[in-house]
């Protein structure tokens, strides 16, 4: 009929009814999705069958999608848990020396990651900062750092500035999809620049191929980075302001405390069933506080983080 063979490609960015497929040589082409594709987002692996005759319509169609190894979601107000970018290998949670180094910050992203099974790497931007600090400062940003590598997270400390500590960063790229997110002013685009100069002009040549015109900021998209890694390397880079600023109040305390891997030992040792871990009698986590089994500042931001979700979580009454 009018599609040629099945082939195979990866979501970069979807428009409501349309997405963009990149092909096997990283050509995008602007693609209807069949009604029986239930839910496909931006780093789908999808099969599909390009268009014969070049017209105005789509310039294919999209059949199936792969399973996915993760899916990133994003509270939405009005569908609940929204899926917003699949297939991630790995979060890069960029803190850094200045303004303000934030472990709860840091909390709230490995929290995200736990929940949705996606191996974090704690990256330290800025410390080309780190001399101006004083002394105690800096040995308080060491002991978290040393506490979370303690906990089995990978910590890299970089200056995307001065170009210090970026090859482990780099190289942990090579074959894997990533994300970068962090509080506005850490250093994400900096870093993303430092390791990756031609990232914009990516940015730009996606906007250009796919037709769209102009570069759309809120859609989820993936940007391919073929270039500058081994030639046999595949790596990626998914980006969204959605992705950037998720919220976790879709969760629950009991997720949330699974989410805190240093309590998953203790997790079901408390006396009472709906213990809050606070004051709480008999309370497993507690008592690990208090022999030094957990951090004490882990205790407080994972009460923090629930106490936030009470807040923050919308009234959504209004809801049809
Ligand atoms: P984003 O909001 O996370 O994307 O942060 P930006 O990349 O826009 O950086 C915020 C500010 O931090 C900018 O003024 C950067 O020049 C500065 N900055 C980024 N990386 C470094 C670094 O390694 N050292 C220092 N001293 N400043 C940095
Ligand atoms: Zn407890």
Redesign the pocket.
Known sequence: DQLGSAEAGVIVSRYGQHADVADQHGQLHRCHIRRTVESLVCGDKVIWRRAKEASEGPAGVIEAVNERHSLLSRPDYYDGIKPVAANIDQIFI?S?V?PSFSAQIIDRYLVACEDADIEPVIVL?????LVDLEASERADIDAYLAAYEQLGYRVLR?????QDGLSPLFNAMNNRVSVFV??????????V?ALLPDVEALTQQVSDNSGLGQHTTTVATRYALAAPFSSTAEAAIIDSPGIREFSLWHLDAERVAWCFIDFRPYLGRCKFRDCKHRDDPGCAIQQAVADNDIYAWRLANFHRIIDSMETQRPARADKK
């Open positions: 960029v850094s200045l931007n800025k410390v080309d900062l970089v200056s995307s500035r001065q962090g509080q506005s002013g850490v250093g994400k685009s900096s870093l620049n």
